[in-house]
């Protein structure tokens, strides 16, 4: 049974910087495509980025791109979400998910395992 557990949430203040990490147990990291999501109070989980399961290609939403970058060290069996130029937009609970298929997913109906999520927010 894989375990994913977040951590790297907290308040920080419009404009500045966060890094989110998820770890991986249960299993070997590298058997999974992992991804980023966010629910804001109120909305839907919202897709932001995945990562491949070599870690050799990226995928982000339109909403993110250019200002949060995911990486995976397999050997650490851990995934980043680097996040910079936070809004208040950017508020929410931000899971961390792993899929075991080769396909690119962007709803969250198709990963098989998810983390407990850990908070974001920012501070307009």
């Known amino acids: 049974q894989v375990k994913l557990v977040e951590s790297g949430g907290g308040l920080v203040q419009a404009g500045g910087s966060l890094r989110l990490s998820c770890e991986i147990s249960?299993?070997?990291?590298?058997?999974?495509?992992m991804a980023w999501f966010r629910q804001a109070p109120g909305e839907a989980r919202e897709f932001l980025a995945r990562?491949?399961?070599?870690?050799?290609?990226?995928y982000y939403a339109d909403s993110v791109k250019g200002r949060f970058t995911i990486s995976k060290d397999n050997a650490k069996k851990t995934v980043y979400l680097e996040m910079t130029n936070l809004n208040h937009e950017d508020t929410g609970i931000y899971y961390c998910?792993?899929?075991?298929?080769?396909?690119?997913?962007?709803?969250?109906?198709?990963?098989?395992?998810w983390g407990q999520g850990t908070q974001v927010t920012v501070d307009s």
């Open positions: 990562i491949s399961r070599s870690a050799g290609s990226t």
């Open positions: 998910a792993a899929d075991e298929s080769l396909l690119l997913a962007t709803s969250e109906h198709k990963y098989d395992y």
């Open positions: 249960g299993d070997i990291s590298n058997k999974y495509a």
